[in-house]
């Protein structure tokens, strides 16, 4: 399953954020409930305000006149607890009103939203009111009531929330700059890490990673530098196994050329001897016999050439002695040749190739008839280019053709391509193989040229 790649710095920047943004919540939801449950402690405390009130001013009436007021005495208390949205009255024992006083709602709370509103009513219940008795020498002469309205509540608790909301979301909003600066701080030497991980990937063994600040990273790497150090290693040991194999194979194949040339070259010219001899008698003696000792000879001669295209393949030219570019034209002549104009084998040359050690001359010689051979064994071209340039420090050869070899499976495994990567590996060079189109594949080897040669540009 493909999963979306995030930034890990976003990704903890994220995740810090969320989890105070939870804390914020619960800090906004712990601000409601403190809201309400002090609007309950106001009216209750204002309910007993207004009962002393009430009580001392029938104490008072009474001393006065010597029987208990009709009037409650609100208005004393009123001057002292009255606020926008406050109701205070007086009942009687049987629950009649007798008097009763309220304060408007402040005009500043009348914006409050209505999400907010119905959230609130749905959470706490609006209808906030304390009720304490009135009592004189052990009788109940009646109840002092305070209530707040629900305007009044909703609009204290949003004044509140949304102060309090302001303020945490500016420092939600800082503390995520802060983090993501923090972590981009702290995370700055995985661009190193990521860097030496793309040299590594691209080929350059010797990459290797500074100490970083964090324990962590060092770790990190330390384990990078010990596998980079252990794979160049590996590596140095395997491309010299690799020429080592590749020189025994080169000397295994002009021993097994010498042994076909001296063996079984000189029998099959026996063999077309015998035949050219036998033919000429029979023509004599036996006229019936002249068909087959040509057919005999015919058949020698084919071998012999056979032989001579496996000589050539198990045993090139003299690199050396003929030099690189003489050795790769007599090759594409060959191939011209013996293609019957099916295929049109062409070279380019780029450069001045003179100078060249004659062991990395012949390992270019053998990639490059490999890769000719490929295509015309196997593609089944109509045109074969060889393409050999000089660059400032390296060697490129180029081979492409316009047959079927551009599958994919072929660029994988088989038809010599394995032989390829081994020469180009133990030469410290790099090679592509490339299907542009639907057909045809292209091959190209980027090989270094040993230190110390002296090159000519073209």
């Not at 999400?115 to 009646?142: K, M, W």
């Not at 016999?289 to 003299?318: F, K, Q, W, Y």
């Not at 551009?406 to 088989?414: I, L, R």
């Amino acid at each position: 399953m493909w999963i979306l790649p995030i930034d890990l710095k976003l990704r903890l920047g994220l995740r810090v954020s969320a989890l105070a943004a939870l804390c914020f919540v619960a800090a906004l939801a712990f601000t409601l409930f403190e809201t309400h449950r002090e609007a309950r402690l106001q009216v209750d405390r204002i309910a007993r305000t207004v009962a002393s009130a009430v009580t001392l001013q029938q104490e008072q009436t009474r001393w006065i006149k010597g029987a208990v007021d009709v009037s409650s005495g609100l208005e004393a208390a009123a001057a002292v607890v009255m606020e926008p949205g406050l109701c205070i009255s007086y009942r009687s024992p049987n629950g009649e009103t007798r008097e009763q006083l309220c304060s408007g709602s402040n005009p500043e709370q009348s914006g409050v939203p209505g999400v907010f509103a119905a959230v609130y009513s749905g959470i706490f219940d609006t209808d906030v009111q304390s009720v304490r008795p009135v009592s004189l020498a052990g009788a109940h002469l009646g109840d002092a009531v305070a209530s707040i309205t629900p305007q009044r509540l909703i609009g204290r608790s949003w004044d509140q929330t949304s102060h309090l909301a302001v303020v945490m979301a500016t420092a939600l909003l800082a503390l995520c700059g802060f983090v993501y600066l923090a972590l981009a701080t702290a995370l700055r030497p995985t661009r190193v890490i990521r860097t030496g991980l793309e040299r590594l990937a691209a080929g350059d063994l010797s990459a290797r990673l500074p100490p970083f600040d964090l324990a962590e990273l060092s770790a990190v790497g330390h384990v990078f530098n010990q596998l980079a150090g252990s794979l160049e290693v590996t590596v140095a040991e395997r491309s010299a196994l690799t020429r080592q194999l590749i020189a025994v194979q080169d000397e295994e194949r002009r021993r097994l050329a010498r042994e076909l040339h001296d063996e079984f070259g000189q029998c099959l010219a026996a063999i077309g001897a015998v035949a050219a001899s036998a033919g000429q008698v029979a023509q004599v003696s036996c006229p019936v016999l002249v068909p087959d000792c040509g057919s005999i000879g015919r058949t020698a001669a084919h071998m012999m050439e056979a032989l001579r295209n496996a000589l050539l393949r198990l045993r090139p030219p003299d690199v050396g002695e003929l030099g690189l570019v003489a050795s790769l034209e007599s090759l594409v002549s060959g191939w011209n040749s013996a293609g019957g104009g099916r295929t049109t084998f062409r070279i380019e040359l780029d450069g001045v190739f003179d100078g060249l050690p004659e062991d990395f001359a012949a390992n270019l010689y053998r990639i490059a008839q490999e890769a000719i051979t490929n295509a015309a064994k196997h593609a089944e071209a109509s045109s074969v280019v060889l393409r050999l340039r000089m660059q400032d420090a390296d060697i490129e050869l180029f081979v492409a053709d316009n047959g079927k070899a551009g599958n994919g499976v072929a660029v994988k495994s088989g038809m010599g391509l394995l032989g390829m990567r081994e020469r180009v590996a133990a030469l410290g060079g790099s090679i592509r193989f490339d299907a542009p189109g639907p057909g045809g594949l292209q091959v190209r080897a980027v090989i270094p040229v040993p230190v110390g040669e002296t090159r000519v540009a073209a």
